[in-house]
């Protein structure tokens, strides 16, 4: 069990660029979902996946976010033109089935620091 | 709605000392509950969990019993340790607009003292 893998684990970007974080699941997990956390809160939901159906988005999620799951695995989450109001810590999560009694299992995490 | 309520830290405590961290909850439903721990620079950690009124979920010592009377959750340890200093959320898992969603407190800082 390889857990919840998120990469890269830092970035610092100047604002205006572009960046792009990737999430892998844990491989049995068909359900995916990203949050957003900033420094003295919990996590907020952004959008979430079923195998590669994106089901849910946050109303937080503009324009400028944009999320993948091609082949029901792996996720992307690009920022464009990327703000300092950006600058969060970019969770991914995953677990096996819909029920509320399931828990999620959380990747590390990207810290994006933007300048 | 749907919406999770922890006291605010940070708490510090000595080594060895009781820990209680509050927590309660609002809910349309019937919801799941959860505790999760974050220690530095990493995500989150599923630390207990209880599905149902008067579960209590468990783990490393720790314990939280599901009380829907009082809609409270709050995690207890008899007897904590430096390494248990973390950041603490709690959290609920409802069903809404037939999607199933988390909702987070924002978190209790837990500092223990040798």
């Known amino acids: 069990d390889t857990g919840v893998s998120q990469d890269p684990r830092h970035k610092i970007t100047k604002r205006g660029q572009n960046v792009t974080f990737r999430c892998d699941p844990i491989?049995?997990?068909?359900?995916l979902y990203w949050y957003r956390q900033t420094l003295g809160q919990g996590p907020e939901f952004l959008t979430y996946?079923?195998?590669?159906?994106?089901?849910?988005k946050s109303r937080l999620l503009s324009d400028r976010f944009s999320a993948e799951r091609p082949k029901g695995s792996f996720s992307t989450l690009e920022i464009q033109r990327t703000e300092q109001g950006d600058s969060a810590m970019y969770l991914c999560?995953?677990?096996?089935?819909?029920?509320?009694?399931?828990?999620?299992?959380f990747g590390s995490g990207t810290r994006l620091t933007v300048v | 709605g749907n919406s999770v309520t922890q006291m605010e830290g940070p708490v510090t405590l000595s080594e060895e000392a009781f820990l209680t961290i509050n927590c309660t909850y609002t809910?349309?439903?019937?919801?799941?509950l959860f505790w999760y721990v974050q220690y530095p620079g990493e995500g989150l950690q599923l630390l207990l969990k209880?599905?149902?009124?008067?579960d209590k979920g468990s783990n490393k010592g720790f314990e939280a019993t599901y009380r829907k009377e009082t809609t409270s959750f709050h995690l207890e340890k008899g007897s904590v340790q430096v390494s248990d200093s973390a950041v603490y959320f709690c959290?609920?898992?409802?069903?809404?607009?037939?999607?199933?969603?988390?909702?987070f407190g924002s978190g209790t800082k837990l500092n223990v003292k040798p």
């Open positions: 491989s049995e997990h068909n359900r």
């Open positions: 999560a995953s677990r096996p089935g819909a029920g509320e009694y399931y828990g999620y299992t």
């Open positions: 996946f079923q195998n590669e159906a994106q089901l849910e």
């Open positions: 809910a349309t439903g019937y919801p799941s």
């Open positions: 209880a599905t149902k009124a008067d």
């Open positions: 959290a609920l898992s409802a069903l809404e607009d037939n999607f199933n969603k988390f909702y």
